[in-house]
């Protein structure tokens, strides 16, 4: 979303960020160097799970509204896998 990460950066996150990333953290395989204002956004109460939705690319590709995030990829070691 426009001006978020530039929020994160100025240290304006909410406080349930960090029950969020302490209790999925471990199923996230991020890599290394990710800015930590980005990751501050992907454990973001406010956007984490109930806006988010998974449909086949080609109904993606019709949506007026939103963004897409990712992609459904075979399992690695990690369910959560950032690229």
């Not at 001006?3 to 406080?15: E, N, V």
């Not at 471990?26 to 109930?50: C, F, H, M, N, W």
């Given at each position: 979303?426009?001006?978020?990460?530039?929020?994160?950066?100025?240290?304006?996150?909410?406080?349930?960020?960090?029950?969020?990333?302490?209790?999925a953290s471990?199923?996230?395989?991020?890599?290394?160097?990710?800015?930590?204002?980005?990751?501050?956004?992907?454990?973001?109460?406010?956007?984490?799970?109930?806006l988010l939705?998974?449909?086949?690319?080609?109904?993606?590709?019709?949506?007026?509204?939103?963004?897409?995030?990712?992609?459904?990829?075979?399992?690695?070691?990690?369910?959560?896998?950032?690229?």
């Open positions: 979303m426009p001006g978020a990460l530039d929020y994160a950066q100025a240290g304006a996150i909410p406080g349930g960020l960090k029950n969020n990333r302490d209790f471990s199923a996230v395989d991020a890599p290394p160097g990710i800015a930590p204002a980005l990751e501050d956004l992907l454990y973001d109460p406010q956007t984490s799970g109930g939705i998974s449909l086949p690319e080609s109904d993606a590709a019709q949506l007026t509204h939103g963004w897409p995030i990712g992609r459904v990829t075979a399992r690695g070691e990690k369910p959560i896998r950032l690229i």
